[in-house]
């Protein structure tokens, strides 16, 4: 068994490090292929929005609680959630956002903003963008004043976990790198005062061969160091850069250089291997454009060296890392499967030990019951104070014994909780979840129509709040908002409670009814909407929790129906139901 454990958190740091270095990749290549500023941050924010999957990310500038304005260059948002609309505008530093940028500023990594954090969540964020949860970090480019990289989360109030806070860190070091990077560039072409400082700070190297004719090539500091030399320790010339090229890597890399020579105007873009003095092998991206002569060859080409070494033994650690997974996820699933086969016999003996017991204590309770019943209605006028007493005794008892079967029964369904259930106010989660739907579907508070008291029900709050969330929110989004109102129905008896949520939209095919509480299934009709696909299956899975379960009925004249029924079990501390 420490065996088996033992394999299984490796499997599960493997897989964490793989996501890792699988996200990192992604956002290296997002750098790697834009040359311009704006749409390389663009496409990196794109993909930090979907790796992890929240409502707004962005990048404000400068991240500076002196400064008096600020700009938001670059803004990526789902279409429920839009942004500050003030894409490179002048904004004013607001009370608050000093604080905020303060804390990013001195923090050593991710900073998260809630309504618990020190300072709280800026009510004006609440207000304007609907934020619930808010994680940030400084960027500090080579070049000008630190930047705020920020993620959003609208939806919900989200818990970032300490994997997420590592991969949001390594997001923005890489956009970071390659925003220094393009900044320098850019920078450089602007103005050619800056040029010195452009070359001195940029992690690539640079370099320029004016006359193609000639051997002669300039190379910027950084490109000595790539290439293995100390600045100015050589005359730079192509038989030098050559020279240091892998011996496997020189003919087709000379052949691709002639090539182009031959056909200038085009770009350049090769990865080699590069030898350096001590033997170490390094990986070069060489990059660059030319220009032609009248005859069409190119006579100048200039461009840039960047280090990909690391990408390399990312790439390297990925194929690995994939390597001993599936060897891990193997062994883990035999396992797992000798595992689950051994849990499912024991279930399944449980479950018909429960019944067997259920059904032998049952079956001499009922004639017990019974002929009580019978001999109080045939014979209790004959019959003393005390010996009625007893016989109404004996049937309390008995309905007693038969409860304490039902309790007993109830609670080897119900998977062990950290803290037991208690009661909960329904109406008051129903008020709360319908007051966080307005931020998403603003007729929601108008919409939405409660037709019955709903009963209060023993069980965890935040499984309550899903319930609700998930039922309400399915009505309004597929639904649609022009087809009556969602109404809201609760009820109790027979020791069960239900409750039910009624639209009035186009309905769900008889044939897919079956299918729509499964995981990921959405069904013709949704498959174009938002959301995940979860939401139904975590309520089925809830109600089978408590005891239940959860279906579809048709609505009369047109729609759904979804009905949730529970076990209507008691809380001990409070006593009763309420």
């Known amino acids: 068994m420490s065996q088996d454990r033992g394999n299984g958190r490796k499997g599960e740091e493997a897989a964490e490090q793989l996501h890792f270095l699988q996200c990192m990749d992604r956002i290296n290549q997002v750098i790697h292929h834009y040359d311009d500023a704006e749409q390389m941050l663009g496409k990196a924010l794109e993909a930090v929005l979907e790796i992890f999957a929240c409502d707004r990310v962005w990048l404000s500038y400068p991240c500076d609680p002196r400064a008096a304005i600020y700009r938001i260059p670059v803004e990526v948002t ?66 000008g004043q630190p930047w705020l990289f920020g993620m959003h989360q609208c939806s919900h109030r989200r818990v ?87 011996p496997e890597d020189r003919s087709w890399a000379q052949a691709l250089l002639d090539d182009h ?48 070494t690391e990408d390399k033994r990312t790439e ?13 996820v193997a062994a883990r699933t035999e396992a797992l499967r000798k595992s689950n086969a051994e849990l499912e016999r024991a279930n399944q003996e449980l479950e018909a030990f429960a019944y067997s017991v259920s059904h032998d204590l049952r079956t001499p309770l009922a004639p017990i019951i019974g002929f009580a019943e019978l001999l109080q209605v045939r014979y209790g006028a004959s019959l003393d104070e005390r010996a009625r007493g007893m016989l109404a005794d004996i049937m309390a008892q008995g309905e007693k014994m038969l409860r304490l079967i039902d309790d007993l029964l109830n609670l080897a369904r119900i998977a062990h909780a950290k803290e037991p259930p208690r009661l909960v106010r329904a109406e008051e989660v129903f008020v709360e979840v319908l007051r966080e739907l307005s931020l998403e579907f603003p007729e929601a508070p108008s919409r939405v129509k409660l037709l019955s008291p709903l009963p209060s029900i023993c069980m965890h709050r935040a ?16 639904a649609g908002p022009q087809t009556g109102p969602v109404e809201v129905l609760g009820a109790r008896g027979g020791g069960r ?11 769900i095919p008889a044939e897919e009814r079956e299918r729509i509480f499964g995981v990921f299934y959405r069904g013709e009709g949704g498959k174009q909407s938002p959301g995940s696909g979860i939401g139904l299956a975590i309520v089925a899975k809830i109600a ?8 579809l009925e048709e ?24």
Not at 291 to 301: I, K, M, T, V
Not at 316 to 328: D, G, K, P, S
Not at 463 to 478: K, P
Not at 544 to 551: F, N, P
Request: with cysteine.
């Open 497 to 507: 409670l239900r409750l039910e949520v009624r639209d009035h939209g186009p309905g």
């Open 316 to 328: 390297e650690e990925l194929r690995r890392y994939r390597e001993q997974l599936e060897e891990l």
């Open 78 to 143: 789902r279409p429920e959630y839009p942004g500050a609309h003030a894409r490179d505008c002048e904004l004013p530093m607001k009370a608050g956002a000093d604080l905020i940028c303060a804390r990013a500023l001195a923090a050593p990594g991710a900073v998260v903003f809630d309504a618990d954090s020190d300072p709280p969540l800026a009510p004006a964020l609440i207000r304007e963008f609907g934020v619930r949860s808010q994680l940030l970090i400084a960027i500090r480019p080579r070049v």
């Open 160 to 246: 970032w976990t300490a994997q997420e806070q590592r991969l949001f860190e390594g997001a923005a070091r890489r956009i970071g790198e390659g925003l220094s990077t393009l900044l320098l560039l850019r920078n450089l072409r602007e103005s050619q005062e800056r040029f010195d400082l452009a070359v001195a700070g940029s992690r690539d190297g640079l370099w320029d061969w004016p006359d193609t004719d000639r051997e002669d090539l300039w190379w910027s500091p950084r490109t000595f160091e790539l290439l293995g030399y100390a600045p100015g320790e050589v005359k730079p010339s192509l038989e030098r850069f050559m020279g240091r090229v892998h």
């Open 555 to 578: 609505t009369p004249g047109g729609g759904c129906t979804f009905v949730v029924e529970v076990i209507d079990d008691l809380c001990p501390e409070e006593g009763g139901k309420g």
């Open 463 to 478: 499984q309550v709040f899903q319930l609700f969330s998930n039922l309400l929110g399915n009505a309004l989004r597929y």
């Open 544 to 551: 089978r929790h408590y005891g239940g379960s959860a279906w």
């Open 261 to 308: 020579l031959r056909q200038g105007g085009r770009s350049l873009d090769v990865q080699c291997r590069i030898l350096m003095p001590g033997g170490e092998q390094r990986w070069l991206r060489v990059r660059g454009m030319s220009l032609s002569n009248g005859q069409g060859r190119a006579r100048r080409l200039s461009g840039s060296l960047q280090d990909l």
